[in-house]
């Protein structure tokens, strides 16, 4: 299907760690603490890491104007949604599960692929959509009733998951001539500006001063994850066909699972566990050489 390079491979291993982990911190940061608020404080710190990336690799800022409305819609379908739901919804639900949900935009991905944008997938392309979502329902085996008794956040987490999916579809097929860092870089301003200002409209009578386990979790947040992994996510996200790419990062629900467990007690069951085995047959299955593969 596609055979990754060694630099795709180190980015996508480092996005992994990053963004997996984070789960369970992001829990941590919004425990008794608005989630909007915490969001905003986390980009408005972490944007201009990722400026900084851009000034050190001597990457330009520039974008042309006629180009402003396609990054607007990328940065609406990528960005804005993503971050203002998802956030909410780790509030509401356990870290790891958040997570598994917020995953299922690969198996959204590939849907709006096939119906909307005429990809034409191999079977062994549909067999590792099929695995991956195999796995959700295994990780969500024993949320059920949980998950039941908090629609608002399953509901917000799912439309996190679908937007992110078509914002994937639609940076993949972008034509500008403008270097991904600059990109993100744009998108994530943008999402700062709409953030603090749904912060403020949303949570400003809830505002008080971060603990300090908060803070940690927005230094983590503002220097890893918007710093490195969604500037790493965009680059993947572009470089990559939108089925490799979603379906490459499906270990990072699998490790907020595990980290969950470590960092907050959340217990584990067998299905956890088989969840791996087929989270790593889907992955195989897109990113494992054609040459190897009777498709």
């Known amino acids: 299907m596609h055979k990754l390079s060694p630099r795709q491979w180190t980015v996508l291993v480092l996005l992994t760690l990053v963004w997996g982990v984070n789960w369970p911190i992001m829990k941590i940061g919004v425990t008794g603490f608005p989630p909007l608020t915490f969001r ?21 800022f520039r974008i042309e104007r ?13 960005m804005f949604f993503w971050h203002g739901l998802i956030i ?6 356990s870290s790891g599960r958040a997570a598994i949900l917020g995953y299922t935009m ?4 590939a849907v709006l692929g096939a ?7 191999a079977k062994r392309a549909w067999g590792g959509v099929a695995a991956a979502s195999l796995g959700v329902v295994l990780l969500l085996w024993h949320e059920i009733s949980n998950l039941s008794g908090k629609p608002v956040g399953v509901l917000l987490a799912l439309g996190a998951a679908s937007t992110w999916a078509l914002g994937t579809q639609l940076l993949r097929r972008t034509r500008m001539p403008v270097p991904t860092l600059a990109i993100s870089f744009w998108m994530a301003s943008l999402t700062t500006v709409v953030m603090s200002i749904l912060a403020v409209l949303l949570e400003r009578d809830q505002w008080h001063a971060p603990s300090e386990l ?27 066909p939108p089925v490799a790419s979603t379906l490459s990062v499906m270990l990072i629900p699998v ?11 959340e217990v584990l069951h067998w299905q956890d566990w088989a969840a791996v085995g087929l989270m790593m047959v889907s992955i195989a299955a897109v990113l494992w050489p054609q040459r190897a593969a009777a498709d």
């Open 40 to 60: 905003t404080i986390c980009m408005w710190l972490g944007t201009p890491v990722l400026g900084l990336v851009l000034l050190a690799q001597g990457v330009p």
């Open 66 to 78: 006629k180009h402003w409305r396609e990054l607007l819609t990328l940065a609406t379908f990528n």
């Open 88 to 93: 909410v919804a780790v509030q509401s639900l």
């Open 106 to 109: 690969p198996m959204f991905s």
């Open 115 to 121: 119906l909307v944008f005429g990809d034409r997938l």
């Open 214 to 240: 908060t803070w940690g979790s927005i230094a983590f947040n503002a220097l890893l994850v918007f710093g490195f992994a969604q500037a790493a996510w965009f680059y993947l996200a572009r470089s990559l």
């Open 255 to 265: 490790l907020g699972v595990f980290s969950g467990a470590v960092l907050l007690g």
